[in-house]
């Protein structure tokens, strides 16, 4: 099967904060129709790396590119193809689920006819219909997570980073997460991190377990080798050691296809 274009691509990509390095030389792609797993332990600069490819923070060498524009000198431009969901979801408490989704749509530069179709089609995605006019501050934590995914979703973004999108959920919301996810795989290019192997693996093979190959076994072994101390204090805020992008990894799967493929960083 062949890769299809990459809409992200990282070449060489190194982060330094002064004499502290927390991503080391790192280069991977993600084509549009692709789930990409970003494995590594907690510590291992994951949190890093998404927020360079969302425009938070720049590389300090190497080569950061979303949707074939460069992050280092047209980061608004980027900016309008990508949907991000960080580790902790950005939202307002006070608003209501259809409130706070108007508001993040026309902050996205949404058309304001257009909103009203936007907010039914990330509501319908996300599973949303139940609390739609519920405030923000009521809902569970998987519902918390869903509003976050749907905020990321408007505007049909190219691309989505989902940092640690099922973590602290109770494994039925965990499910519920999982099914959400993989239905955006087809239209998306997606980049899912994590620090734990069979939740991507679950979310590759449609809710069963994935058949473990030699392969994956030795995947599983390298991504717990290779971390870094964690370090109080840390201003990239995922508490990196100096080696720890060695601990990352990336495995990939095309939804409509059979085929996985890891490959060590």
């Known amino acids: 099967m062949s890769t299809p274009p990459a809409v992200v691509a990282l070449e060489s990509v190194w982060k330094r904060y002064g ?8 280069s991977f792609t993600v084509g549009k129709g692709e789930i990409v797993g970003f494995l590594g332990p907690n510590g291992a600069g994951k949190t890093t790396t998404m927020r360079m490819i969302a425009g938070f923070t720049t590389a300090t060498s190497g080569r950061v590119t979303v949707a074939g524009y460069d992050m280092a000198t047209q980061n608004a431009e ?28 026309r902050a996205k530069g949404v058309p304001r006819s257009a909103v009203p179709a936007e907010l039914e089609r990330v509501g319908a995605a996300c599973r949303l219909e139940a609390v739609f006019r519920h405030e923000i501050y009521k809902l569970s934590k998987g519902y918390r997570q869903r509003v976050g995914l749907a905020q990321a979703l408007l505007g049909t973004p190219e691309v989505l980073l989902l940092d640690e999108p099922t973590i602290g959920l109770d494994p039925g919301q965990i499910q519920e997460s999982r099914e959400v996810i993989r239905s955006f795989g087809e239209a998306h290019a997606v980049l899912l991190s994590t620090h734990i192997l069979p939740e991507v693996t679950m979310i590759w093979a449609g809710g069963h377990h994935y058949p473990w190959s030699a392969a994956g076994h030795r995947f599983a072994e390298r991504a717990t080798a290779g971390r870094g101390a964690d370090q109080p204090g840390d201003p990239a805020g995922d508490g990196a050691g100096p080696a720890a992008a060695r601990g990352a990894h990336v495995g990939r799967r095309r939804p409509r296809a059979g085929n996985t493929r890891f490959c060590r960083r």
């Open 19 to 26: 004499a502290k390095t927390i991503i080391h030389d790192l």
């Open 78 to 105: 980027a900016a309008r193809h990508i949907g991000y969901l960080p580790e902790r979801p950005p939202l307002y408490d006070t608003l209501d689920v259809s409130a706070y989704l108007r508001f993040v749509a």
